[in-house]
């Protein structure tokens, strides 16, 4: 990660830059939600890391130069259907050469999302892990909410 231009297309609190930052790496954090974008601009200065903070949707940010490394947790498309879709899809043309893509376990979406990532000329590793939230959603009806995510691994094709 030394020295690579990453970015981080939803943000959050800034926790995927803040681990890219401790490894070297300079990160811009994407994020619409302004409050969530300010706690991590605050959790930064206080750490000591340097980053860029950009207050937009995902969908319509655009940058000139590409980026070594993307790094996201997309909202899963349970509130907006196909909005993590439209995160990869700005991921792939924002990236040079890798992006990390979190997405809810779907054998529907693993097919799109392999077509995508085929036809913006990249290649892609699979993991499948449980991933565990605490109640968070309005939606949500235990404390503890289990489900199964992918992780993937998206490299460009030379």
Known sequence: MKG????DLGCGTGRFCAAASFLGG????IEI?????????????ELGIDADFVN???????????????LENPPFGVKRKGYDLIFLNSALDLSKNVV???HKTNERSEKIIRNLASKKGFSYELLTTNFEIGYYYPW???????FLV?????????
């Open 56 to 70: 937009i949707d995902v969908e319509h940010f655009y940058s000139q130069t590409k980026f070594d490394t993307i």
């Open 4 to 7: 690579k231009k990453v970015a």
């Open 140 to 146: 949500h009806k235990n404390n503890i909410h289990n």
């Open 33 to 45: 939600d302004n409050e969530s974008l300010m706690l991590a601009r605050k959790t930064f200065k």
């Open 150 to 158: 992918d992780i993937y691994l998206f490299k460009k094709i030379i």
């Open 26 to 29: 300079y990160c811009i954090c």
């Open 100 to 102: 990390y893509s979190v």
